[in-house]
């Protein structure tokens, strides 16, 4: 399973724009960028996946590098309820379903 | 439109017990995954099942097994506790083809194991 780097730790203040990088230099071609989220006390929630194009929802954005190395989610206007671990997965397109886990980034939103 | 729910929410149990954990999974979904998430760490994968058959295991002994039935819910089993067993056991549910971007997770059951 490629593997994915994200920092430990972000801080930001409500209603601004978060970026959460995530570092995947072994990416390969079949795999997909995917983001969960685990907030206080709950499962993991899905947020967005993408394969090479940037991809919008009604959470986030997610902004992939053009070489793929790399990517970014972004939430436009955080809340406090977007304090959360957020994961960054990297899933082959014609694999298992499993999801493979790493520590995460752990997101405080300051009032 | 019912999530996935998990029962019991917490347990205890002693080590060397047995337990059973069950997951009821989301409406139209027929796989059921299963993660074990120790305190500060992400989830690692079990097994997952399809159809009543298990598709897929991670690193875990054969101590750990499941079950799914026919309308789809699940059983996490594990035999032989330790100590090291205490985690929140997660269970996903999701459909072959949307379980590859998108599995829908439950609330978790808390397991210590003393």
């Known amino acids: 399973d490629a593997k994915t780097t994200q920092p430990n730790s972000m801080e930001s203040n409500e209603e601004e724009p978060v970026h959460l990088p995530c570092n995947h230099s072994t990416i390969s071609g079949t795999d997909y960028i995917h983001w969960y989220r685990q907030l206080p006390s709950q499962g993991p929630e899905y947020v967005i996946h993408g394969l090479t194009s940037n991809v919008n929802n009604r959470m986030a954005s997610l902004a992939i590098a053009e070489d793929r190395k790399s990517s970014t989610l972004i939430l436009h206007r955080a809340t406090l309820r977007d304090a959360a671990v957020y994961y960054c997965?990297?899933?082959?397109?014609?694999?298992?379903?499993?999801?493979?886990f790493g520590q995460g980034t752990r997101l405080t939103i300051n009032p | 439109e019912t999530g996935v729910t998990q029962s019991p929410t917490h347990l205890i149990k002693t080590r060397g017990q047995q337990v059973t954990l069950r997951c009821s999974s989301q409406s139209g979904h027929n796989t059921v995954s299963w993660y074990q998430q120790a305190l500060g760490q992400g989830p690692q994968f079990i097994f997952q099942?399809?159809?009543?058959?298990?598709?897929g295991r991670g690193n875990f002994p054969p101590r750990f097994s499941g079950l799914q039935f026919p309308n789809y819910s699940s059983e996490l089993n594990v035999n032989a506790l330790e100590l090291d067993d205490s985690a929140l056991y997660l269970c996903?549910?999701?459909?072959?083809?949307?379980?590859?971007?998108?599995?829908?997770f439950g609330p978790g059951t808390r397991l210590t194991v003393t």
């Open positions: 996903a549910s999701s459909t072959p083809t949307s379980g590859h971007y998108e599995q829908y």
């Open positions: 099942y399809y159809r009543e058959e298990e598709n």
């Open positions: 997965i990297l899933r082959d397109v014609g694999g298992a379903q499993k999801l493979v």
